[in-house]
C-alpha cells in the first residue's frame, strides 16, 4: 500500500469514526438540528464510501468526487438553514449544482452496489424529464429532489440516521468483542446431536445474528467464514453449504425482534406500533426457519450424513453461557424498553450501552482500547455504505412521489390481473424481487412500500399483511437469481459455482415464497386484531403440511427416493392445502397425508446419494 492510499484510509477510519460517535450520540441526546444532522450523515457517509478502498489512477478522481459532494453538501445546508428563516429564491445556478450532486450520487451507488440499482436510479431520472419541457423539468426535479425533505435528504435518511445507525453500532461492538463467535458456539452446540448438526447450527447462528446485522451479505461473510466449511466437511457438497448460509442470513431480516432494522422502519412508514408488528411477523419468521430445518434433515438424510462426532461437538463451559449474556440481555432492553412505550432510537442507545458494559466485564480482550476503535470504524463504514443506498433511494422515492408513478403502477396491475388477487399478487411478487435486486434490505424494503404499496392496499389487503409481503419478497430478492448478492457472496467461502448456489438457495428459501401468500389468504396467522383460535390452527397445519410436501417433493426424497410422478403429486397436493376454499385444502390434505403415510408403509432400504 503506497502512502497515499494508506492516508486514505486512515483518513477513512477518522470519519467512520465521527459518522459512528455523531450516530450513538443523537440516538442518546437527540438532534440538535435537522438540517445539520441529515446534511452531515450523507456527507460523511458518501465522503468515506468514496475514499475507501481506492488505489490507482482513482484515487485522484475519487477525492475530487469527495471535496466535490462535500461542497455541494455545504452549498444545500445554506440554503435549508436560509429556508428556515426566510422566503428566498433558489438560483439557477444553486438548481445546477443539484444535478452534480445527484451524478455522484450515482456514481456512489454504482460503485457499491453495482448496476441494478444504477439503473432504477437512472432509469427514473429519466421518467421524470420525460413529460415536462427541457428547461421546466431540470429546475424543478432539482428544487423538490435536492432542496427539500422529500428527495436525496428525506425521510429515509431521517430515519436511518436517527434509528438505524445506533443498531448498527450495536452489531459492531458484539463482533468486535467476539461475542457473535460466542453466539455461533452455542448454535453449534445445540444443534450438534441432530443429523446434519453443523447446516442446523448455520440456520441458528445466522438467524440470531442476521436479526442485528441489517445486511445477508455481511452476515454471509462473517459467519460463513465459520459455518460453511464446517458444513462441507459433514458431507454437504459446496453449493448446498453456500445456500444454507445464504437462505439464513437471508432469513435474519425477517426474524424479530429487530428484523435488520427493518421493524423500525416498517412502523415509521405505515403507523402500526412496533410492537404490533414484532408479533405479527414472528410466527411467519418461525414458519421459514422451520421450513429451512426440513430441508436440511431431508437432504441429510438423503445424502446419508449422521449427527456430528460426539467427540467433535462443542462444550459450552460455564464461561460460554455467561459470555452469551452480552448477546441476550441488550436484545431483553429492546424489548422492555420498546413496551415500555420508549423510541426505537433510545432502546438502541441503551441496548448499546449495555452490550458495550457487558463486553467490557466479560471478554477480556476487549478492555484495550483498540477494540472500540475497531467496533467503532467498522459501524461508521457499514454506516456509510447504507447512507450511500439511502440517499440515492430518497432520490427514488422523492420521483415516485412527485409523478406518482406507485399509483400508475398500481392501476397497471389492477388493469392486467382483473378482479384476480392472486394474479395481483404474483405481479407485486415479481415486481418486488425485480426492484429489490443488489439493494440491501432496509432500503429494499423502502423502495417497495413506495412503488408497491398502493396496488396492495387497493387490493384490500390490511396494511400489516401487504407491508410484510412487500417485505419477504424484497429480502429475498438477495437470494434470488440473477442478483442473488447474498448467494453469490457465500459461493467463494464454498468454492462452488455463483449461480449454482443461487438456484440451491431459492430452494432452501422455497417457504419464504409461500408464506407472504398464506398470511394474505390466512391472515390469523400474523395474530392481528380480530383473528381466531380455529383459523390459526388451520393455517399452523395447512403451512406445515405444505411444506412437508413441498421439501420432500423437490428433494426427491423423505425415508427413500420419491419417484418423479409422487414428486409431482406432493407439490401439487401442497398448493391445494394452501388455497383458501375448504374443498380444495380438504382434497390437498387427504392426497398429501395418503401420500405421507404409503411413502412411509413402503418397505424400500433408504438410500443414500452422493
Not at 136 to 163: K, Q
Not at 353 to 362: E, K, R
Amino acid at each position: 500500500m503506497d502512502r497515499m492510499s494508506w492516508a486514505l484510509t486512515r483518513l477513512s477510519d477518522l470519519l467512520a469514526f465521527g459518522l459512528a460517535a455523531l450516530a450513538v450520540y443523537t440516538a442518546g441526546f437527540g438532534v440538535f438540528d435537522n438540517a445539520w444532522y441529515s446534511g452531515l450523515t450523507v456527507a460523511l457517509g458518501m465522503t468515506i464510501a468514496l475514499i475507501r478502498g481506492v488505489e490507482g489512477p482513482l484515487m485522484a478522481l475519487h477525492l475530487v468526487l469527495a471535496a466535490a459532494f462535500l461542497w455541494l453538501s455545504w452549498v444545500w445546508l445554506g440554503v435549508m438553514l436560509e429556508q428556515e428563516e426566510f422566503f428566498i429564491d433558489i438560483t439557477r445556478g444553486q438548481l445546477a449544482l443539484a444535478w452534480g450532486a445527484f451524478a455522484i450520487i450515482g456514481y456512489a451507488t454504482w460503485r457499491g452496489f453495482g448496476w441494478p440499482m444504477l439503473i432504477v436510479y437512472l432509469l427514473l431520472g429519466a421518467y421524470i424529464l420525460a413529460p415536462f419541457g427541457a428547461d421546466e423539468a431540470w429546475t424543478r426535479v432539482a428544487e423538490n429532489l435536492y432542496y427539500s425533505t422529500d428527495g436525496v435528504y428525506g425521510r429515509p435518511v431521517e430515519v436511518v440516521g436517527r434509528i438505524v445507525l445506533v443498531f448498527i453500532a450495536f452489531g459492531a461492538v458484539l463482533q468486535a468483542s467476539g461475542a457473535g463467535a460466542v453466539i455461533l458456539k452455542i448454535a453449534f452446540a445445540a444443534t450438534a446431536r441432530f443429523t446434519g448438526g453443523p447446516a442446523h447450527a448455520a440456520i441458528v447462528g445466522s438467524g440470531l445474528f442476521g436479526t442485528l446485522s441489517g445486511s445477508p451479505i455481511a452476515n454471509v461473510v462473517s459467519t460463513g467464514v465459520f459455518t460453511i466449511p464446517i458444513i462441507k466437511r459433514s458431507g454437504f457438497s459446496p453449493k448446498f453449504a453456500g445456500a444454507v448460509e445464504a437462505a439464513a442470513s437471508t432469513g435474519g431480516q425477517i426474524m424479530p425482534p429487530i428484523m435488520g432494522v427493518v421493524a423500525f422502519l416498517m412502523a415509521d412508514v405505515t403507523g402500526i406500533p412496533y410492537l404490533q408488528i414484532v408479533i405479527a411477523a414472528t410466527l411467519p419468521a418461525l414458519f421459514y426457519y422451520a421450513s429451512l430445518f426440513m430441508v436440511v434433515l431431508v437432504e441429510a438424510k438423503r445424502l446419508g450424513v449422521a449427527a456430528h462426532p460426539a467427540a467433535e461437538r462443542e462444550r459450552m463451559s460455564g464461561t460460554d453461557w455467561l459470555q452469551s449474556l452480552a448477546f441476550f440481555v441488550p436484545l431483553g432492553v429492546i424489548v422492555w424498553l420498546l413496551i415500555e412505550g420508549r423510541t426505537a432510537q433510545y432502546a438502541g442507545f441503551y441496548a448499546l450501552i449495555t452490550a458495550f458494559v457487558l463486553c467490557l466485564l466479560l471478554f477480556p480482550a476487549f478492555r484495550h482500547p483498540k477494540k472500540w476503535l475497531q467496533a467503532a470504524v467498522d459501524a461508521g463504514v457499514t454506516s456509510a455504505t447504507l447512507m450511500v443506498i439511502v440517499a440515492a433511494i430518497g432520490f427514488v422515492i422523492g420521483v415516485i412521489n412527485m409523478s406518482g408513478v406507485g399509483l400508475k403502477f398500481a392501476q397497471a396491475i389492477l388493469l392486467v390481473s382483473g378482479s384476480s388477487l392472486f394474479l395481483s399478487l404474483l405481479l407485486v411478487m415479481l415486481g418486488c424481487l425485480v426492484m429489490g435486486m443488489g439493494v440491501p434490505s432496509a432500503p429494499a424494503y423502502l423502495i417497495v412500500a413506495i412503488v408497491m404499496g398502493p396496488a396492495l392496499e387497493q387490493l384490500g389487503v390490511p396494511t400489516a399483511g401487504a407491508h410484510l409481503f412487500m417485505l419477504y419478497f424484497g429480502v429475498l430478492s438477495v437470494v434470488t437469481p440473477p442478483v442473488a448478492l447474498a448467494a453469490f457472496a457465500a459461493a467463494p467461502i464454498a468454492g462452488a459455482r455463483p449461480m449454482e448456489t443461487g438456484v440451491e438457495a431459492v430452494r432452501l428459501s422455497i417457504a419464504g415464497f409461500i408464506i407472504p401468500f398464506v398470511f394474505v389468504y390466512h391472515p390469523d396467522i400474523l395474530l392481528i386484531q380480530g383473528f381466531t383460535a380455529p383459523g390459526l390452527a388451520w393455517a399452523v397445519g395447512a403451512f406445515a403440511l405444505a411444506s412437508w410436501l413441498i421439501v420432500t417433493g423437490l428433494s426427491r426424497f423423505e425415508r427413500h427416493t420419491i419417484q418423479s410422478v409422487e414428486a409431482i403429486l406432493r407439490v401439487f397436493a401442497a398448493v391445494l392445502v394452501l388455497i383458501p376454499l375448504p374443498v380444495f385444502s380438504a382434497v390437498g390434505a387427504a392426497i398429501g397425508i395418503a401420500m405421507i403415510v404409503l411413502h412411509r408403509m413402503t418397505d424400500q432400504p433408504q438410500e443414500h446419494v452422493r
